[in-house]
């Protein structure tokens, strides 16, 4: 009887061999004994810039429609949370395996329609279980912690206080206008918005004209968060209309600078000004034209 031959191996993913790779990477970079003094310098604390930066630079690979910087700097974010994962696993707190189950099991559980054969009727169906589900999870979390009689929910602006906190603030402030407008924090129509605006603007020119600059500083603030709610008013991203006239006005810039040799120094505001709308046209003209006829 001829013997049984063995299952041949399986071939390894070659997603999960990337990623151990990359795990492997890093605990060499923080290892005491043949490390990177940088790396091994980093905390939590210290890798909040670098957090940040590369969440942006992600979210200017996605604008701009660039796979292979997209991909690149998917890479760098990725690395901040092997990097953070990899930190806590030295004290014992928590591992990369553990951030990853963690969130495996969230989405599971925040998706019965899709594990568990809840019905879900469109996206809005789905937002509002993923709300329900996650105020449950924070009930049962207090009741852990508190025994058998849990505390009656946060108010709306501690635990908004605490969504925010990370989030830079345009973004913060969007979230802000939102969930107070779910709550009935709201205007009656969108010209009580526009009044508001209109309002916050006057106040602001009485503050710059004081001089009190704290004031002035304030004052600014309200007008910006005024403007985000005409945003949500209007289903408008205030931070991707930012982000598109920052790119537009570097753009334009771009163009002055090189039609002045990169000399800036000592122009007219006549003559700058000429060259801004030059260069808008030009701009113009080059997106409305077809493939092929730009000049």
């Known amino acids: 009887m001829a013997p049984r031959m063995a299952e041949p191996a ?10 151990a790779e990359l795990v492997a990477v ?7 004994a043949v490390g990177c003094p940088w790396d091994l310098e980093q905390t939590h604390a210290s890798l909040i810039p670098y957090v940040l930066e590369e969440a942006h630079e992600v979210a200017d690979a996605i604008r701009h429609g660039d796979d292979a910087h997209l991909a690149e700097e998917l890479g760098d974010l990725l690395l901040q949370v092997v990097l953070h994962a990899r930190i806590a696993q030295e004290s014992g707190r928590f591992d990369l395996a553990s951030v990853a189950r963690g969130i495996s099991a969230k989405l599971i559980r925040r998706h019965p329609h899709v594990f568990a054969g809840a019905p879900a009727a469109d996206s809005q169906a789905v937002r509002a279980s993923w709300e329900a589900i996650k105020a449950e999870e924070k009930r049962q979390a207090a009741a852990a912690a508190g025994g058998s009689d849990p505390p009656s929910p946060s108010p709306l602006s501690e635990r908004l206080a605490g969504k925010v906190r990370g989030l830079p603030a345009l973004a913060g402030a969007m979230a802000i206008s939102r969930k107070a407008a779910a709550a009935g924090f709201e205007w009656d129509d969108l010209e009580g918005v526009w009044r508001k605006v209109h309002e916050e603007l006057d106040e602001l020119k009485e503050a710059v004209a004081s001089g009190d600059r704290p004031h002035a500083e304030t004052e600014l603030g309200d007008v910006l968060f005024t403007l985000v709610n005409v945003g949500r008013w209007c289903g408008l991203d205030p931070e991707e209309g930012l982000a598109g006239t920052n ?49």
């Open 10 to 19: 399986a071939s390894p993913d070659p997603t999960l061999t990337a990623l």
């Open 26 to 32: 890093v605990d060499q970079l923080r290892d005491p």
């Open 247 to 295: 790119r537009r006005f570097l753009e334009r810039f771009a163009r002055v600078e090189a039609a002045l040799g990169g000399e800036l120094t000592g122009r007219s505001l006549a003559e700058l000004e000429a060259l801004w709308r030059q260069a808008k046209a030009a701009i113009r003209a080059e997106t409305a034209a077809p493939p092929g006829d730009a000049p």
